[in-house]
């Protein structure tokens, strides 16, 4: 019946066109139809720079949001010790520039102690970047922090008053360092070629956490350090050497079972949520700025993606299925350990009371 239907119709539509013409016109519509579901199954998420949001993308209402914060150094110790012996048995943070016997041992041996750029810090700042850092004016309150942690070469120029300008160490992604290597040999280019992005990266230690242990990335990460000196800019290159062998599943199931031992972990975790526990580790004190995976804010006003551009990306935040990591559950975690004194999670204006 419906196909009935829907050959009276399609001879209505087209009829004063030739058969050619409707042919043409059929095959056109069956490869729209065709990529139209290529699109949908294969979870390609098309970004855009209109301002227009969904609906799921409100944010959830939060009572305490600029509520004077405490913190638990009870709770936060008794983390910080799990945490340390979690991430000892997963990961050592290697400088790459250090003795080459010291790396071939950490890589053959697992030991890696005494070559970590890496020290004990006072009061650390993990800066993201969601747009709900813009008038924030949080600049001068990172800033003072003794560490700050930047991620993927998120610029500050323009933004100090709301990003500050300090840089400790900048963190990359997978994706991300595997652009900075495009970027530095210049695919078909005769010489390295520097780009203004990169030099985000100046004075920082460079860490790239998710590598692997093989002799090739440690000697690769090494010649990155050296490519970037040459150019003049002054980077310590550090990678996350696996101080066990785990596969990703125990991995992932390493870092999530800290802080919820329940988590499904099918859910990849985030470079950002991986550097938190890191960071209390290291820290006295840590404060997470831009960590915000919402689209509106608790005022309902528009947030950006990033704090940088007017990109918005609902989809792939909430959707676990379009994206690797859920970072709406992140955000759930983060502000229970705010809760808890554990650490300081802001999400809205600083009041520059330090």
Known sequence: MLSRHFTRLWKEATFHLNNKTRRILA???LFMIIAFMWVKSSGYQVYTMTRDIDPLASAPRLEAVNKPWAQNKVEFLKLKDVLRSSLRQMIAIVQVSKDVNLIRRC????QCQGVSPLRHYGTCALVGSSGILLNSRCGDEIDASDFVIRFNLSPQSGYTKDVGEKSSMMVLNTVMSGWVEGSINGAGVARPRKD???ETANNTILFIPKSRSTTYYLQHSRSLEQTLRKQGINVIVAMGVPTAELTRDERRRQIWEVLDKDHNDEDMPSTGLLLVE??????????????????RDQQDHVVPYHYWDNFTSVESVLQKRKHPH?????????????NKGVIEHKIGPCNNNL
């Open 196 to 198: 203004s992005k990169i």
């Open 326 to 338: 859920n970072f709406a559950y992140e955000f759930e975690l983060l502000r229970n350990l705010h």
């Open 107 to 110: 890589h053959e041996t697992h």
């Open 278 to 295: 890191i960071a209390i580790t290291l820290c006295d004190r840590v404060r997470l700025y831009g960590f915000y995976p919402f689209a």
């Open 27 to 29: 095959i056109t519509i």
